[in-house]
């Protein structure tokens, strides 16, 4: 089943868009599984971010 999508535009800083390159590079599933009601939330938070990370990377925020 196809999912809709919706398009999110965020103004950052670029101190801000630096440090949460950084954030979303660094978490782990088990981290964002604490704050999860189950395993597949967890997933989706995991593809969720998965999708900003590339999003910063074309902005040019991409940490090695």
Do not use: C, H
Request: proline content about 2%; hydrophobic content about 40%.
């Amino acid at each position: 089943m196809e999912q809709k999508t919706e398009r999110i535009t965020v103004e950052l800083t670029i101190f801000q868009a630096e440090e949460l390159a950084q954030f979303v590079k660094r978490i782990t599933w088990s981290e964002v599984r604490q704050n999860a009601t189950g395993d597949d939330e967890a997933d989706q938070m995991i593809q969720a971010l998965g999708q900003v990370q590339k999003a910063l990377g074309e902005a040019g925020y991409a940490p090695r």
